[in-house]
């Protein structure tokens, strides 16, 4: 412990310790009065600094190294006292289930311990955690879709038939898509006040959605750099602490990205190999955010939707989202496999997803948002990614669902796909819309960055799917794209098989067999 100014720098032993053998010992010792060494103040204060080290609150990019291999043992009580209440957690609850299994024996009765475990926030390892992620047919975060009128165009019979050009239909269609706009566009409840909305006003107001989908992501752009938020929990600081401990990092720098589902770091690869894996000299951490403000946002997407009602009662939302980190690990790994340049998965822990880093020398390569290309250049990331998507849907069998422009890398003279937790296949209830809109995200892109032979997004989609939808506008178009969802989905309904994929002449889709 360090002496607290009662030793003096000059006095009787000053003359013993120039001739020590050892040396002097240090004498850089704050001098202060008794008083203060007993005041309770100084304590706390003492207390709080030691804290504040070991979880500080805010983490910087230019803070030097975030952990490293070096403070991660002793450096703070607080961490090791949650380390061993971790493992007495684990034994104690190992036990229980010890007891459990002796006293329910064979008996068809069982009795339960479960209220008695300690299962301990987010270091559970029970495979009860483990959720369905491959069921992508379930996505707790869409709304049902509004019905549409079949391809041949209208419904009922003799005077009651009516056609998709029928006002009333289609302007009560137009109110039920606004549900699609995104979930940070509120739309009111258009549906409960049998809102009709013209195609004029429905167009205009999907217009205004985009632009505002945009402004509010370069918004978000921005304050992911400008504000270095509460980067993680301290549960989660072990977490990471453990990888460096295990040998698998050797130090975790800083943080790249906060953004609003997940915050980002750049890591040193450690020595040792996880799975006969080798650890990537330099390493991407992503963090999947346990505070669920942004998660609640989607609520209405859940919450009237049949077929989530059996399933995602049971899960909570710690295990959800272990799901979307779970799924990004899936997808990269299908990507991985199909030769698409993405980041390498090296290891998942619950919500912690370690992979390769894309850049070098920890500076993370720009987004194909941020970098000037030369014509040369942007018109050989368009040809490359028109292949990925083609790829990713053919032999991936996936729809990236969030592609655009900030989720390109430009690195080594190649496009490189990341941030594909929310990805999906094809045959999801909207596998096929979410499509339609990375195609209209790149082709925009592309066309406002002056690539000639940039196709437009809905020759885009017929490129990337192979179907062959023929409507000349969007309106018909989506319609045509949502008919053909509905089908599958009906197809699910009475025969309980999904599509296995969506057929190229357009009528009938292949069915699984
Ligand atoms: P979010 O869901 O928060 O958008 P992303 O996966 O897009 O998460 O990651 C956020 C940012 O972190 C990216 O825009 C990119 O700059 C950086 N990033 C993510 N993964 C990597 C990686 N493997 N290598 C380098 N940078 C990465
Ligand atoms: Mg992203």
Redesign the pocket.
Known sequence: MDSVGVAADAGPGSAWRSKCPWGAPNTTSISCSFADVMSEQLAKELQLEEENAAFPEVVAVAEGPFITGENTDTSSDLMLAQMLQMEFDREYDAQLRREEKKINGDSKVSISFENYRKVHPYDSDSSEDEVDWQDTRHDPYRADKPTTTPRRGFIGKGKDITTKHDEVVCGRKNTARMENFAPEFQVGDGIGMDLKLSNQVFNALKQHAYSEERRSARLHEKK?HSTAEKAVDPKTRLLMYKMINSGMLETITGC?????????F?AYGGESATEDKVIPP???I?VFKTTLNEFKNRDKYIKDDYRFKDRFGRLNPRKIIRMWAEK?MHNLTRMQNAGIP??KVVLLKKHVLV?????QDQV????LKDVTLSSEDMKKAYHLILNMMQQLYKECNLVHA?LSE??M?W?DGKV?L?????SVEPTHPHGLEFLFRDCRNVSQFFQKGGVAEALNERELFNAVSGLNITADNEVDFQEEIEALEKRNEDHVQNHGKRLSRFSSSGDPPIYDE
Not at 364 to 367: F, G, H, R, T
Not at 418 to 422: E, G, K, N
Request: aromatic content about 8%; some cysteine.
């Open positions: 992911e790249i990205s906060t953004g609003k589902e997940s915050v980002v750049h330099e390493c991407a992503k990004e993405c980041p992979m390769s880093f894309i850049g993370p390569a720009p987004k969030d900030y989720n890398l690195h490189w990341i941030d594909v937790s929310q």
